[in-house]
């Protein structure tokens, strides 16, 4: 029977193929799902062998931790050069859009807060 190894909700593209990459390397069989047309479905890669969750739980926790470094040696060279995304800089690029946001914001909480008065 199938196991789930890796929900593909919100991954970044380059994160899932570098799973595939890695699962294929060491040999493990695994075949992926989609979100479906809605979107409604849940997208993850399975492996088709429960014998080889182990094997390939280890192989993800190893590469997840290696991410997690690198990402955030990236995230910290990044706010040193002064390129890293902030909500100023966010401002500057798309005022139009964070007003907009800001906007809704503070809708749905005066809605949120007046159904009680």
Known sequence: MAKLLFRLRHVP???AAEVRELLTAHDISFYETSAG????SMPGLWLHDNADYAQARS???DYQQQRQQR???QYQAD???GTA???FGLLRED???????????VVVAAIS???FY
């Open 13 to 15: 593209d380059d994160e």
């Open 37 to 40: 047309n809605w979107g409604i």
């Open 59 to 61: 192989l993800l926790d």
């Open 71 to 73: 990402m955030r040696a």
């Open 79 to 81: 706010r040193a050069a």
């Open 85 to 87: 995304d902030t909500l």
């Open 95 to 105: 005022p139009a859009k964070v007003i907009a946001y800001l906007f809704i914001i």
């Open 113 to 115: 807060i007046l159904i």
